[in-house]
């Protein structure tokens, strides 16, 4: 090791992917958009859909809206780093701003269901994926009614989905249980701040 007081101990790393998925309405974006405002060099990844916008909700922001027929050219030149049928419309990670993070060492959150979970660690193994969980299904039920975005029959399937997703969850990294929401954003932070101070991580592992 170096005596000169000089060497600087700053190591350049990869980008890292941090995969969130939750059952519908567990909270997962508004614990996202608190991990945003607690770490601010972290970025989402904004997917691609073929549903129409919420109220609210802005293209290039929360997505890029598309028509199916754009989705589906995309997803035929590979464009995607995974792509899933969710809730009735396509949706699909860009796959050249992830693998541009990754190698300008950015860290990005994705902000995925179950099925693309499973194809992104199978590419990028590195990845750390996250579950969340609500405390109970009466509460994400309650959760899901009191956000007012959607209809009856709507969150009738998603409360459906939601039990069938939460099976996934052994296949995660960690699992969070979103009860208080302080709580929850204490822990994703802990976790992620610990993987960006993973040895393995870093490009250059000696002190000269
Ligand atoms: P998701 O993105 O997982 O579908 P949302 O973030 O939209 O879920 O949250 C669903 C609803 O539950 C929203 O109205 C949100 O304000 C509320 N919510 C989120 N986390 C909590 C929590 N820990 N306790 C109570 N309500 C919560
Ligand atoms: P929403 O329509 O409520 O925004 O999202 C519905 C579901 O699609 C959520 O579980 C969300 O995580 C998932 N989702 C959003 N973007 C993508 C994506 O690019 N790929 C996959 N596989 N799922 C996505």
Same mark, same amino acid.
């Given at each position: 090791?170096?005596?000169?007081?000089?060497?600087?101990?700053?190591?350049? *790393?990869?980008?890292?992917?941090?995969?969130?998925?939750?059952?519908?309405?567990?909270?997962?974006?508004?614990?996202?958009?608190?991990?945003?405002?607690?770490?601010?060099?972290?970025?989402?990844?904004?997917?691609?859909?073929?549903?129409?916008?919420?109220?609210?909700?802005?293209?290039?922001?929360?997505?890029?809206?598309?028509?199916?027929?754009?989705?589906?050219?995309?997803?035929?030149?590979?464009?995607?780093?995974?792509?899933?049928?969710?809730?009735?419309?396509?949706?699909?990670?860009?796959?050249?701003?992830?693998?541009?993070?990754?190698?300008?060492?950015?860290?990005?959150?994705?902000?995925?269901?179950?099925?693309?979970?499973?194809?992104?660690?199978?590419?990028?193994?590195?990845?750390?994926?996250?579950?969340?969980?609500?405390?109970?299904?009466?509460?994400?039920?309650?959760?899901?009614?009191?956000?007012?975005?959607?209809?009856?029959?709507?969150?009738?399937?998603?409360?459906?989905?939601?039990?069938?997703?939460?099976?996934?969850?052994?296949?995660?990294?960690?699992?969070?249980?979103?009860?208080?929401?302080?709580?929850?954003?204490?822990?994703?932070?802990?976790?992620?701040?610990?993987?960006?101070? *993973?040895?393995?991580?870093?490009?250059?592992?000696?002190?000269?």
């Amino acid at each position: 090791m170096s005596d000169d007081p000089d060497t600087d101990f700053t190591f350049a *790393r990869q980008g890292i992917l941090f995969i969130i998925s939750a059952p519908s309405g567990a909270g997962k974006t508004t614990l996202a958009s608190r991990l945003f405002q607690a770490i601010p060099d972290l970025r989402p990844s904004i997917s691609y859909t073929t549903r129409a916008p919420r109220v609210g909700e802005v293209d290039g922001r929360d997505y890029h809206f598309v028509s199916e027929d754009h989705f589906v050219r995309m997803r035929d030149a590979e464009a995607f780093a995974e792509w899933a049928y969710v809730h009735d419309f396509y949706y699909g990670t860009p796959r050249a701003p992830v693998d541009e993070a990754i190698a300008e060492g950015r860290d990005l959150l994705l902000d995925i269901d179950v099925q693309g979970a499973k194809q992104l660690k199978g590419i990028y193994p590195e990845a750390v994926s996250l579950f969340v969980l609500p405390p109970s299904w009466q509460a994400l039920e309650q959760r899901l009614r009191g956000r007012g975005t959607d209809s009856e029959a709507v969150i009738t399937r998603r409360l459906h989905r939601a039990r069938e997703e939460a099976h996934a969850f052994p296949m995660y990294d960690y699992w969070i249980v979103n009860d208080d929401i302080d709580r929850a954003v204490s822990l994703l932070h802990a976790i992620l701040i610990a993987e960006r101070a *993973r040895v393995a991580r870093l490009r250059t592992r000696s002190i000269a």
